[in-house]
């Protein structure tokens, strides 16, 4: 996983992966069909110990700002962790091989609406209780979300330092997850609180 998330599944030749599995070519070939299959079976492993933690932050149980804010600080936790592996293995390694490969490209896509579809049902579940905009549109907020973090992956993965991605992610927080605010009459006093769509 961490030679294919370095290196790019191009530059990731067999030999190299054989020798860093510490297994010969016949017992990957075996065990995973061929490159691709291993490949894949990278993606679900990275997938379930690495984006599962993320995503679990969704359900920390705080209000809507908090597991939001929660969410993106695992994103650029596990982005710019270590200086061998920056970015995602699914946004920036899988998207980069997708290509014209349909089954890298089927792959990338039920990956991508995974996430979306987890961000969009937290804002459901923050629409019902008051704490988001009954007006807001939870999937396409979702989607703007993911689609954020999926950038600061790729900026992560040229270099960018957690320093730099953070006020970028708390503008999404700030845009999404603000409070009702106050409709003021025209005597200048508030009338009533009303939820402003982001």
Known sequence: MRLFWAQGYAAASIDVLCRA???????????????????????????????????????????????????????????????????????????????????FRAELGARFEAIEARLADRLLRAQAEGDLAASADPMVLGGMLAALARGLMVRARAGSEA????????????????????????????????ALQP
Do not use: W
Not at 168 to 188: D, H, Q, T, W
């Open 21 to 103: 599995m510490h297994v010969p070519r016949a017992s990957l070939y075996q065990g995973y069909g061929d490159k691709q299959g291993l490949f894949l079976a990278v993606v679900a492993h990275y997938v379930e110990t690495r984006i599962g933690t993320v995503v679990a932050t969704l359900d920390g149980g705080h209000d809507l700002a908090t597991d939001v804010a929660g969410f993106f600080a695992a994103v650029i936790a596990l982005a710019t962790a270590d200086a061998q592996t920056p970015g995602c293995l699914v946004s920036c390694v899988l998207a980069d091989a997708a290509g014209a490969n349909p089954r």
């Open 163 to 194: 320093a730099l991605l953070r006020p970028l992610a708390e503008a999404a927080i700030a845009l999404v997850c603000r409070p009702p605010m106050p409709r003021l009459s025209a005597r200048g006093q508030p009338r009533r609180r009303v």
